[in-house]
């Protein structure tokens, strides 16, 4: 299994270009998520899936957009870049384990904006 | 969800035990304590959970204290790919995919 993938792994974008992050799992995990991750800080949830066709907003969803047509892959768009979107993004996928979860994370997306 | 509190750093010398410890005075009955790392720019990375018991795999160990308000997390032979920062989460089963990290502990490993 290759696990999560993550592609990009790096990006620049122009201040109001719009782009998706693509991130696929071939585990067959039903749940999915985005994080963010500034320098020097811990992670912070933007979007979650909970399986194909249902997703919700996390701590920070602004200025974001998610989708889940498939089990496999669930896409990051950034509608209108700013300065304050450059950080690292981690995809993750999990599965429900006698009503625990484990999370397998992906390698990130570095992205900044100018 | 509980809040944890962490020690924001820790050493540890290559080859002793690394025992990471964690308050999470808050906790409710059905409520999991996880535990995941991230090495340098990496993904952070999954270690191990429990609810009660101590649980131990071929990472680490978890010690739950009998009242549950704290645990430690017990690496037993540290390396030096061992250092990276430590999170320490406690989350109710119903919401354990949408972990919520705080700054967790930075380990480093020393030769």
């Known amino acids: 299994n290759a696990g999560v993938t993550q592609t990009p792994k790096f990006q620049v974008l122009k201040t109001g270009q719009s782009m998706t992050l693509q991130c696929a799992q071939d585990?067959?995990?039903?749940?999915m998520s985005w994080y963010r991750q500034d320098p020097g800080m811990g992670l912070r949830l933007i979007h979650y899936?909970?399986?194909?066709?249902?997703?919700d907003q996390g701590e920070v969803p602004n200025g974001y957009n998610v989708s889940r047509s498939t089990t496999e892959d669930f896409p990051l768009r950034l509608l209108s870049a700013a300065p304050s979107q450059t950080s690292v993004y981690f995809c993750?996928?999990?599965?429900?384990?006698?009503?625990?979860?484990?999370?397998?994370f992906g390698p990130g997306t570095r992205l900044t904006v100018t | 969800d509980a809040k944890t509190t962490q020690p924001p750093s820790m050493d540890c010398a290559e080859g002793r035990a690394a025992n990471l410890p964690c308050n999470h005075s808050t906790i409710s009955g059905n409520e999991y304590v996880y535990w995941y790392r991230q090495i340098h720019s990496q993904g952070p990375q999954y270690i191990i959970h429990?609810?009660?018991n101590n649980e131990t795999n071929e990472m680490a160990s978890l010690i739950i204290t009998e009242d549950r308000k704290s645990s430690t997390l017990i690496l037993p032979h540290a390396t030096l790919r061992d250092t990276a920062v430590y999170y320490c989460?406690?989350?109710?089963?119903?919401?354990?995919?949408?972990?919520?990290f705080g700054a967790g502990t930075r380990l480093f490993v020393k030769a």
């Open positions: 585990m067959n995990h039903e749940y």
């Open positions: 429990g609810l009660k």
């Open positions: 899936s909970v399986g194909a066709g249902i997703t």
């Open positions: 989460i406690v989350r109710a089963g119903t919401g354990g995919f949408k972990t919520i």
């Open positions: 993750a996928s999990s599965y429900s384990r006698g009503g625990s979860y484990e999370q397998y």
